[in-house]
């Protein structure tokens, strides 16, 4: 097994509480539209389902566009507006270590929530993505949703304990190694 | 008063004699020229020291000491902050019990991943930064909102 490099403190603790970059952001993003779109695809086939065992007719949100399209819009506005609200954070925000804070760094309220996730779509759909630019050349990071709804994006994750299981694991590796070794004998 | 004046008078005279002659004696002594002749290694080779403390009472100076006082003077954090936490992880079992007990396959996806993040990020910021110029203008922003920057700020 290949041991990963321990990053530098620099690179981990030292992060904490900054604004986060383009990478990250973009990749919780896009677990965040796999997670949302997964948990709607899951739930209209389960109401289909208690549809067709209530009813006995077959029944498909997916062939009836326009009330598909308004849960669908729906239903993403309730993904992210719940979870930022509530955590400062979605599925895929956690999972890359972001958390989302108001312009001075503290917890975001219901509200800002709400234009974020509203900004979100007015980034998306009506500048077709350009207001996310302003991760990279902005000097505080902020998309234009987070101009809107007065926030900012930043890396929030137990830097400190993660790097000391990276360190754990190189250590732990070699006597492992060396175990193996004396029962192979 | 005195039975013999005669006496008082010659006790006095002493007196002021001394007074002027002594300060003018000391005065011309050399004490360093003294100092140099003397030979200290000498005189604490002499010197007995095990008898010294032999004859010295520890337990009642240990009774003395306030040990309360003294920790509360201590700045523990200070102390802790001087420990390497990363070379006691390393070089003790410590790292191998945290290994044991905090590893999962989940944990260390996500180190990596959330690691690998910020490297990138970096990457493509100062990619961003070549192509548009800016270099030594982004040396001055700000690297996080100032609550959570003054929070991160080691104590002074």
Redesign the interface.
Same mark, same amino acid.
Request: net charge negative; proline share 7%; glycine share 10%.
């Given at each position: 097994m290949t041991t990963v490099p321990v990053p530098s403190p620099a690179l981990t603790v030292g992060r904490q509480g900054n604004y986060a970059g383009a990478v990250s952001r973009l990749a919780a993003f896009a677990a965040d539209v796999g997670a949302s779109w997964g948990l709607y695809t899951l739930g209209v086939a389960m109401l289909n389902a208690a549809f067709k065992l209530v009813s006995g007719h077959s029944f498909s949100l997916s062939n009836h566009q326009l009330p598909a399209f308004i849960v669908l819009t729906l239903w993403e506005f309730l993904y992210f507006t719940y979870q930022w609200a509530v955590s400062g954070k979605t599925l895929g925000m956690a999972v890359l270590g972001l958390q989302v804070v108001t312009k001075q760094g503290g917890p975001i309220s219901g509200r800002q929530a709400v234009f974020r996730t509203v900004g979100l779509g007015i980034t998306l759909f009506l500048t077709l993505g350009i207001g996310f630019l302003g991760i990279v050349y902005q000097h505080e990071r902020r998309a234009l949703n987070d101009l809107i709804a007065g926030t900012a994006v930043v890396y929030d994750w137990d830097a400190r304990a993660a790097r000391l299981r990276w360190i754990a694991r190189k250590e732990a590796q070699p006597s492992a190694a060396s175990s193996a070794r004396r029962h192979g004998d | 008063m005195s039975p013999n004046p005669i006496g008082n008078k010659v006790e006095q005279l002493a007196q002021s004699l001394a007074e002027h002659i002594v300060p003018l004696i000391v005065d011309a002594i050399n004490i360093d020229a003294i100092l140099d002749k003397v030979d200290i290694n000498q005189i604490v080779e002499r010197v007995d020291v095990n008898e010294i403390v032999e004859r010295v009472d520890i337990q009642k100076i240990i009774d003395r000491v306030d040990v309360q006082e003294i920790i509360e003077r201590v700045d523990i954090n200070a102390i802790v902050d001087k420990i390497d936490?990363?070379s006691l992880?390393?070089q003790t079992e $410590?790292?191998?019990?945290?290994?044991?007990s905090?590893?999962g396959v989940l944990?260390?996806v996500?180190?990596?991943?959330?690691?690998q993040?910020?490297?990138?990020?970096?990457?493509?910021?100062r990619w961003?930064n070549l192509l $548009?110029g800016r270099r030594k203008k982004v040396a001055g922003?700000?690297?996080?909102?100032?609550? $959570?920057?003054a929070?991160?700020a080691p104590a002074p």
């Open positions: - | 936490i990363d992880v390393e $410590l790292g191998s019990i945290i290994a044991r905090t590893t944990t260390e996500l180190d990596v991943i959330r690691a993040g910020v490297g990138l990020d970096d990457f493509i910021f961003c $548009l922003w700000p690297a996080g909102p100032p609550l $959570l920057i929070k991160a």
